[in-house]
C-alpha cells in the first residue's frame, strides 16, 4: 500500500532567507541611545573626573561627542543608501573589495563582542553594590577576586538576553524602549537632584592631569559611543523610510553625548574628589548624597543595570546580525548564517556571542578595563574604513542613489569625509604603545588573540564572496565590471 501524498501543510515549513521589518521610529532610536548609554559612566565616571577634573572631562566628552557625530554623518548617508544588514560589511566591499570589508567588520565585530562581554562583567558588580554576591570563592585574576554567585548572575543574564534576541528583534525592541524610557527617568531625577542638592565647590579642580588626562577620557568616547552603528547592522529589519533611518543614527550620538555630560556634571557637583576616590560606584553614591538617602544610590544602581540591559541587547543584536552578513557572503562559516525557521533571527550568532558573554564573568571584575581597552581599536579602526568607503564611493559613484546626502550634492560632503578619516585615524593613533593613553599588555592580548582568529578566516576567503542572491554579491559584481584589477 502506497503511502499518502505530502500535502502542503504536511510539509516543514521553508528556512527563512531574510531578516523581518518590525522596527518603528522609537524602537530603532532607542535600539541605538540605548546601546550607547550602557553601563561604563556608573562605574568610570569617578575616574574620569580623578583624571581630567570636572571641566576636563566634561571638555573630552564635547570634543569625543563632536568627533562622533561626524563620524555618525557618514554612516548616516551610508545606511540611508545601503539599507542592508551587516552596516560595515556592505560599505566597505562596495568601495573597497571583500577582503578589506572583512577586516572592517571582523574589526566592528570585535568591539561589539567586547562590549557584551563587558556588560556580563559589570552587571554583577552592580547588582553586588545592593547584594553581597561574593560568595564561594574560586580564584584569583589580576588581584580580583571571583566568587561563584558573583560570576553565575552575569552568565545566568547572558543566557536570558541571548534567549531575548533569538525570539526576534521585535521582542528585543520592545524590551530596549522601555528600560531606555526607565533610564532616562532616572537621568531626570539626577538632574533635579544635582539643582537642588549639588554643590559648586565640589567642582573643583576643574582641569587636573594636563593633556594626558584629557586624553585619557577621550580614549573611552569610541568605547561608550559604540552603538549608534548597530542601527546600520539592524537596517533590513527597520520598518521606516531609508532617509530617516540615517537621521536617527545622527540623532542617537546627540543624545549619548548629552547623558554623558550630564553625569560628569551631576556627579561632579555631588561628590569630593575624596569622596569619588573612595566609591566602587560613583554614580549610585553622587545620587545617595544629592537626596541624602541610600534608597536613591539603590535607584541609580537600578538605572545602571538598565543601562547594561539596553547596551548588552543592542550589541549582541548588532554583532550577531554583522556575523550573519558575513556569513552569508561566504566570509564566515555558512552556520553562522543561518536563521532560526520560526523566529526569523541569526540563531547560530547569538548563541556564540552570548557564550562569550557566559564565559566572561569568570575572569573577575579586573576583565572591565581589559575589555574597554582591547574593544577601543576595534571600533575606531572599522569606523576609519567606512569613512574611508565612504569617500571613495562619493569619488567614484557620484549618482549612486542616495536618499540622504550629507552636504548637498557638492564637494562638502567628500570634506566631511575627510574629516572623519582625520577624526577616527588620531584615535587609532591614540592607542599606540608610547601614546598618552597607550592600552596594556592584557588588552593587547584580547586584542591579538580576537585577530588571530580572524587571520584564519581572512586566508580562506577564495578572492571574492560566495555566489549567492545576496545583495552585497550584486553590488560587488557591479563594481568588478567596472573595475575586473578589484577582485580580492
Request: glycine share 12%; charged share 10%; hydrophobic share 55%.
Amino acid at each position: 500500500m502506497s503511502a499518502s501524498p505530502t500535502t502542503l501543510e504536511d510539509r516543514d515549513p521553508p528556512e527563512p532567507t531574510g531578516l523581518k521589518r518590525t522596527l518603528g521610529v522609537w524602537s530603532t532610536l532607542t535600539l541605538g541611545v540605548g546601546a550607547m548609554v550602557g553601563f561604563g559612566w556608573v562605574t568610570l565616571v569617578g575616574g574620569w573626573i580623578e583624571s581630567a577634573g570636572s571641566l576636563g572631562a566634561t571638555l573630552a566628552f564635547v570634543v569625543g561627542g563632536f568627533m562622533m557625530a561626524i563620524v555618525s554623518l557618514v554612516y548616516a548617508e551610508l545606511v540611508a543608501a545601503m539599507p542592508k544588514a551587516g552596516g560595515e560589511h556592505n560599505y566597505i566591499i562596495r568601495a573597497m573589495g571583500p577582503r578589506w570589508s572583512f577586516i572592517g567588520s571582523w574589526a566592528i565585530t570585535g568591539g561589539y563582542a567586547t562590549v557584551v562581554a563587558f556588560e556580563a562583567v559589570a552587571l554583577p558588580r552592580a547588582i553586588d553594590y545592593v547584594v553581597d554576591l561574593e560568595q564561594i570563592h574560586l580564584w584569583t585574576v589580576s588581584g580580583s577576586e571571583v566568587f561563584l554567585v558573583w560570576a553565575l548572575v552575569g552568565s545566568v543574564v547572558a543566557v536570558l538576553i541571548t534567549i531575548i534576541n533569538i525570539l526576534g528583534v521585535k521582542v528585543a525592541g520592545g524590551v530596549q524602549m522601555f528600560v531606555v524610557i526607565f533610564l532616562f527617568a532616572i537621568g531626570a531625577l539626577q538632574i533635579f537632584g544635582s539643582v537642588t542638592g549639588g554643590s559648586g565647590a565640589n567642582f573643583e579642580p576643574f582641569f587636573t592631569g594636563g593633556s594626558a588626562g584629557f586624553f585619557a577620557v577621550l580614549i573611552v568616547v569610541p568605547f561608550l559611543f559604540v552603538g549608534f552603528d548597530v542601527i546600520p547592522q539592524a537596517a533590513e529589519e527597520v520598518d521606516i523610510p531609508p532617509r530617516k533611518v540615517g537621521n536617527i543614527s545622527f540623532i542617537s550620538v546627540l543624545i549619548a553625548a548629552a547623558w554623558y555630560i550630564m553625569i560628569v556634571l551631576t556627579v561632579s557637583s555631588a561628590l569630593t574628589h575624596e569622596q569619588m576616590a573612595g566609591s566602587s560606584l560613583p554614580a549610585a553614591d553622587a545620587m545617595g548624597a544629592l537626596f541624602g538617602n541610600q534608597f536613591f544610590a539603590n535607584l541609580m544602581v537600578a538605572a545602571g543595570v538598565a543601562g547594561i540591559i539596553t547596551s548588552w541587547n543592542s550589541l549582541q543584536l548588532g554583532a550577531s546580525r554583522l556575523m550573519f552578513s558575513l556569513a552569508r557572503g561566504g566570509m564566515l562559516p555558512a552556520w553562522l548564517g543561518k536563521l532560526h525557521p520560526k523566529y526569523g533571527t541569526p540563531a547560530n550568532a547569538l548563541i556564540v556571542l552570548g557564550a562569550i558573554a557566559t564565559i566572561a564573568p569568570f575572569f573577575g571584575a579586573s576583565a572591565l578595563g581589559w575589555i574597554v581597552d582591547a574593544g577601543s581599536p576595534m571600533i575606531v579602526t572599522a569606523y576609519l574604513l567606512v569613512s574611508i568607503s565612504f569617500v571613495i564611493l562619493r569619488v567614484r559613484e557620484p549618482r549612486m542613489e542616495r536618499p540622504l546626502r550629507i552636504g548637498g550634492i557638492g564637494k562638502f560632503g567628500v570634506v566631511i569625509g575627510g574629516l572623519s578619516i582625520a577624526i577616527t585615524a588620531f584615535l587609532c593613533s591614540l592607542y599606540l604603545p608610547g601614546m598618552p593613553a597607550g592600552i596594556g599588555i592584557e588588552s593587547w592580548l584580547i586584542f591579538g588573540v580576537w585577530w588571530i582568529v580572524g587571520a584564519v578566516f581572512f586566508v580562506a576567503i577564495p578572492g571574492g564572496v560566495k555566489p549567492g542572491p545576496d545583495a552585497e554579491q550584486e553590488l560587488y559584481e557591479k563594481v568588478l565590471q567596472k573595475f575586473p584589477n578589484r577582485r580580492g
